[in-house]
Each structure stands twice: as structure tokens, then as C-alpha cells.
């Protein structure tokens, strides 16, 4: 299986921040990444596919890039709707893993 | 606009199945532009992938649950199932049904509202 990393696993930040989340996998994934949100007792909502492309309906804000085996989400300037858990998934080579999460809480 | 709902009990004894339904509205289960999914999630912890339906009716299983699970389908009413045989304390989880998207890198872009199972005598 390919293994997905995040780091940091929790970081704290005020709104208006500039956060930055980075993803590794253990072996190349192309560009099948995708970033999804996750808010306390909500289902996962898909932000970023391919890698960069932005899902319909989610803010510009949120921008995801890489390539190969590392990837970011940043979020320009963080939205008091932003804290919550994000998750990196890889879709490369079944089983399509997940990262562990970041969570970013108020600062 | 697409919809997911899963169905089944929220309480499973030990060594028992558990079982679970996803009913898909607003779209057809059979196109070939898209899979499904189900994965799952512990409680604090996250998200695991169990396994894959593809519109030819085939699956695939994550490894380390394989020997326990099957994933079927029922087309003619939008909605396909997991098994989980054998269960423990550790198969406790919320439990999600999901589209995969094909054109977009096979991405999850709908998923069920999600329903907890707890495993418990």
C-alpha cells in the first residue's frame, strides 16, 4: 500500500493567516491527490482533485500544488468556517489511502 | 443533485456482520463515469478505506480486510451493500458510502451523511 503522511498533524492560526498543509507519499502518485475537508460530526467534503484542480462550489482561497511525491494545500487567508481536519488521499494504487490529518484550530 | 444515504444497524455484537446499504438517488449506480466507495472512520481517528464497486459490477478490498468483507450490488434499486464478518470493538466506526469520480482523478466528490456502528455486547 502507498503510505500518506501530513504535516503538521495540528497547527493553531488566527484568521486572515496564510496555512500551509504538506502531504508525502511513500512512493510517486502523479498528480492523484485530493485534499478533503472534514468539520467536527460532518462528512468529508472533496476541496481539491488532481492534485491543484478546485472542486465546484469551494472558495478560491483554498489552492492545492505538486507533483511526483509532495503535495500542499494552502489557504490564503484563513475564514473562521476554515478550522477543521484536512485530509490528503491518494488515488494512484488501491487501496486509496488517506493521509492522518491536519487540524487547524484557533490560535 | 446526487444524494447518498447509508441504512442498517447501529449496534453489532462481537463474531457477528455487519451490514449496511447505501441507497443512491439523483443519478444511476451503473454509469461508467463513476465507482463507489466505502470507508470508514473510528471514532477521534481517520478516514479507511475498505473497498471499491466499479460499474461492471467488480470489487476491489482493502488487503487488511479483506478476508471479511463483500461489497455487492443491487442496481435495480440504485443501492449497493458491505459485509463485514467477524466483527470486534475494533470495526467501531462511522461508516461512509461515497461516489468516486473518474474524470476527476477518481476523487470521492458525494458522499452518505455517514452512520456510526458500534461494536458491542
Known amino acids: 500500500d502507498i503510505q500518506m503522511t501530513q504535516s503538521p498533524s495540528s497547527l493553531s492560526a488566527s484568521v486572515g493567516d496564510r496555512v500551509t498543509i504538506t502531504c508525502r507519499a511513500s512512493q510517486s502518485i502523479s498528480s492523484h491527490l485530493s485534499w478533503y475537508q472534514q468539520k467536527p460530526g460532518r462528512t468529508p467534503k472533496l476541496l481539491i482533485y488532481a492534485a491543484s484542480s478546485l472542486q465546484n462550489g469551494v472558495p478560491s482561497r483554498f489552492s492545492g500544488s505538486g507533483s511526483g511525491t509532495d503535495f500542499t494545500l494552502t489557504i490564503s487567508s484563513l475564514q473562521p468556517e476554515d478550522f477543521a481536519t484536512y485530509y490528503c488521499q491518494q488515488s494512484y494504487s488501491a487501496p486509496f489511502t488517506f493521509g492522518p490529518g491536519t487540524k487547524i484550530d484557533i490560535k | ?121
Open chain 2, 1 to 121: 443533485q446526487l444524494q447518498l444515504q447509508e441504512s442498517g444497524p447501529g449496534l453489532v455484537k462481537p463474531s457477528e456482520t455487519l451490514s449496511l446499504t447505501c441507497t443512491v438517488s439523483g443519478g444511476s449506480i451503473s454509469s461508467t463515469t463513476y465507482y463507489w466507495g466505502w470507508i470508514r472512520q473510528p471514532p477521534g481517528k481517520g478516514l479507511e478505506w475498505i473497498g471499491t464497486l466499479y460499474y461492471s459490477g467488480s470489487t476491489y478490498y482493502n488487503p487488511s480486510l479483506k478476508s471479511r468483507v463483500t461489497i455487492s450490488v443491487d442496481a435495480s434499486k440504485n443501492q449497493f451493500s458491505l459485509k463485514l464478518r467477524s466483527v470486534t470493538a475494533a470495526d467501531t466506526a462511522v461508516y461512509y458510502c461515497a461516489r468516486g469520480n473518474y474524470p476527476k482523478y477518481e476523487s470521492l466528490d458525494y458522499w452518505g451523511q455517514g452512520t456510526l456502528v458500534t461494536v458491542s455486547s
